[in-house]
């Protein structure tokens, strides 16, 4: 079997939730007939190769193209393409699809972002479409969340324009594969008849649950792409109405923002006293270890949450609001705390309560047991090796 990989980002090293979960379709994919990868490469970084995807059979990067330009803002408000798809507009790519399409037939196209949908392979009987989250319902979020008239209604149209072509996509392609039962169940109201499976985030579970008991537990850790404006927007609310208040009571803990390409409006969150922002890190094990608890403070979003699933594979409680959590089949009070930015009140008192270990230990050991029975990454590639050995059994 001939599978075509489509990617907007290179996987390797899979570093963020995104990045973990392609790396993860991309192996499995691998079990079952020959790759071809091509990817979005950043401009100046190096390819990749097969000695970081050695199980790959071809590795194709393409420059990825400029971004957020003039021409393609306008085009983005006035046309039937919103700007997350133009922005991947690159005439490269293009040839790059026809010359490999060309040279021999694929039986699946593999497409990890629905921003690539005019390079799917549509000559191909097999489109599967991997949805990382709900774009539409994300970014209808995110302009619900913020308070800028301009970017409320920006969001707005982006949002029905990426609605608009998620529901020609659901008509469309072969099959779709998404993070949870929630997502399923939108995606099948608006497409009652598509071919949705559901394979969850996951997390290497012997990875990150290392205990170090000798480790003081002397901070608040939010782990994520800081260059993402929804996880941006989170740590700027949390660090500047929440933060304030947890830290008189408890002047000794820090909070850590932690993660890459932080946005300018994250790294001036480094002059509020005991925040620190750490840019791009190698391991985020250490950060968790010295946490008293992870905080997941999101106002906006779709699809689930790596980030807490890896604090409670490293037995760090986790905090979250209630779509930091959703998608995930986690209960509150029993593997995580619930609380909501409106309250900074709640986040002070779980975090207290933690810090005292009225709860933390309970908690730590629930969270753990149950992402080990649902959210192992080995248990997921076996679940979705199945779905694809069933789906590309099919006849067509």
Known sequence: MRILFLSPRQCWPPHGGAKIREYHFLRTLAALGEVTYTYFADRGSAPLSRDDLPFVAEIVAVPKPKAYEIGQLVRGIAGRWPLSVLNYSSPEMKACVERLTHAGPFDVTHVDSIHLLRYA???????????????????????????????????SITAAKLHALERDILGEAFGHVVCSERERCVLHKIAPNARIAVIENGVDCAYFSEPDGSTPLDSLVFIARLENVANALAASTFARTIWPRIRERMPRLRLMLVGAEPLPAVQQLASLPGVEVTGTVADVRPYYRRAVAAVVPLLSGSGTRL?????????????????????????????????????????????????????????????LEFVKARYDWDMLERKLKTTYENWFREKT
Do not use: F, Q
Not at 128 to 148: F, K, L, P
Not at 324 to 332: H, K, Q, R, T, Y
């Open 121 to 155: 392979n549509h000559n191909c009987k097999r489109v599967v479409y991997n949805w990382h989250n709900i774009e539409s319902e994300a970014m209808r979020r995110y302009g619900e969340s913020v308070r800028s008239p301009a970017r409320r209604w920006y969001s």
């Open 307 to 367: 980030k807490i699933l890896e604090a409670m594979a490293a037995r760090v409680p986790v905090i979250s609001t209630a779509v930091g959590a959703e998608g995930l089949d986690a209960i509150s009070g029993k593997h995580l705390l619930i609380a909501e930015p409106e309250d900074p009140e709640a986040w002070t008192r779980h975090i207290t309560a933690i810090a005292a270990n009225e709860s933390r230990d309970r908690i730590c050991e629930a969270a």
